[in-house]
């Protein structure tokens, strides 16, 4: 299985204000990160870890923590970085990669502009954030990037996602674990998704 819909009830409460549209744009952003968060305390339940000695105020105790530097975060610019910091409130020693790409209105072909990586990216587990998961081009592209870099743990990450954009990200990438809150119905004939919640970059920041 590479596609897991996390249906928790606090992640169902907070995607139905996600999606209000008289969600402004402050709280829009905080109902992001905490919604990240929570999918994230799943989507990192495999992450690498090793004992360490732990001395209590009563005993010395062998403790399992996780592996620092062995997590990059990788947002698609610019909508992906509302996602960031709820995955560091877990994770703070997560590394963060950004890769730009941007959606051409009339062929929805998505572009690349920008591409940053951490050092030693293709060593790491990298979780891909973007909110939407629409036509799956732009998750397809940054998948595609960071395969040329080596990396073979992946992960995708999304709040909303198509039936559409998934079945092309699995198709491109069946290796690739797919994380989503909630399946939406379908993409209308601009490609945005129905019932969605309008375009979560322009919510995010405050643009429109």
Do not use: W
């Amino acid at each position: 299985m590479s596609v897991f819909i996390l249906d928790h009830p606090l992640i169902k409460h907070k995607v139905a204000l996600l999606r209000d549209v008289n969600t402004h744009a402050n709280q829009f952003r905080e109902l992001v990160e905490e919604i990240t968060t929570l999918m994230a305390f799943e989507a990192l339940n495999d992450i690498p870890t090793k004992e360490i000695e732990v001395e209590t105020p009563l005993e010395k105790t062998m403790q399992t923590v996780a592996v620092e530097n062995s997590v990059a975060i990788i947002p698609i610019l610019r909508a992906g970085l509302g996602m960031v910091n709820g995955i560091h409130t877990l994770l703070p020693t997560a590394k963060v990669g950004h890769i730009g790409l941007y959606r051409d209105h009339e062929t929805l072909k998505p572009k690349e502009y920008y591409c940053k990586l951490p050092d030693g990216i293709a060593d790491k587990i990298c979780i891909i954030v973007d909110p939407m998961l629409a036509t799956g081009g732009s998750a397809v592209a940054a998948i595609d990037l960071l395969k040329k870099q080596g990396c073979t743990k992946i992960k995708l990450m999304n709040i909303i996602a198509a039936p559409t954009g998934i079945e092309t990200v699995e198709k491109a990438h069946p290796d690739v674990q797919i994380y989503i809150a909630q399946k939406d119905r379908c993409l209308n004939e601009n490609g945005y998704i129905l019932p969605g919640l309008g375009d979560a970059g322009d919510r995010i920041f405050g643009t429109k």
